[in-house]
């Protein structure tokens, strides 16, 4: 396989926090492999290092060791500068709580990447809203977060991952705090929307309901991944 077919490579990443006694290595070596075209997931108990992983392939979190291709390009070896830019442009980020601003209409905290990028308020509201229109939620696009449901701002929160059409989408625990028919609608929407040929899905879940969207389901266990199935 060509190192371009992969959205994210990993190999024998290291990550510990704290130093002496008080340290724990959180990721012990890890490989890990989401291709371009695929939903790939990432499950194991809690406390395993999903979230550390994630934060590393995102690059919210420097690794001990290892190295890592993102969309091939290698983090480790750019300008932080650089690193910033290209996390803003080619990643976008679901979470398991929405973290929408409640001050801000759902267009408004969906357009939260374009105007971070420089884009202007009318044409960034103006995407968002086709974005939400597109996930089913244009109807409610002046609504602010308190007036929708879990499913509808996880939607919002969606629509904000999307809106910059980044190449790489990371969802951490994404259905976690949704009942099963809006998890299931917010997992068909992120396949649907997120999937194709030059994108990739990296998704950490407990929810063994959503697991047949996944194209590939790494096993994760005490710092390792130990098992890879392929749907
Ligand atoms: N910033 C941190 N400082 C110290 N320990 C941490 C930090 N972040 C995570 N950990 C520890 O790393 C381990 C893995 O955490 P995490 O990656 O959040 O697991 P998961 O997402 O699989 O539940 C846990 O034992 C957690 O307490
Ligand atoms: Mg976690």
């Known amino acids: ?85 290209f996390r803003r442009r080619n990643l976008g980020f679901v979470f398991q709580q929405y973290n929408l601003l409640p001050a ?14 420089g884009v202007s308020r ?37 629509a904000r991952a999307l809106v910059h059409e980044p190449r790489l989408i990371i969802c951490d625990e994404p259905t976690a705090a949704l009942d099963h028919q809006s998890g299931e609608a917010v997992m068909g929407l992120l396949a649907s929307a997120a999937v194709a040929p030059d994108r990739a899905v990296v998704v950490v879940t407990h929810d063994n309901r959503v697991f047949h969207y996944a194209d590939t389901i790494a096993h994760m266990n005490d710092g390792l991944i130990d098992r890879i199935d392929r749907n």
């Open 122 to 158: 009318d044409v960034a509201v103006k995407k968002a809203t086709a974005m939400l229109d597109r996930l089913g939620l244009g109807h409610r696009a002046k609504a602010m977060p308190r007036q929708l449901s879990g499913g509808q701002q996880q939607r919002v929160a969606l």
């Open 104 to 117: 801000l209409t759902a267009a408004e905290n969906a357009a939260v990447p374009l105007l971070a990028d």
């Open 1 to 85: 396989m060509k190192t371009n077919d992969h959205a994210v490579r990993c190999d024998g990443i290291l990550k510990h926090f704290g130093d002496g006694e008080a340290r724990v290595d959180v990721l012990r070596g890890v490989h890990f492999e989401a291709r371009l075209g695929e939903m790939s997931f990432l499950v194991g108990p809690s406390g395993c290092g999903k979230t550390t992983l994630i934060s590393v392939i995102a690059g919210l979190l420097d690794p001990n060791g290892g190295t890592m291709q993102v969309l091939s390009h290698e983090p480790a070896q750019m300008k932080s500068a650089d690193r910033i830019v």
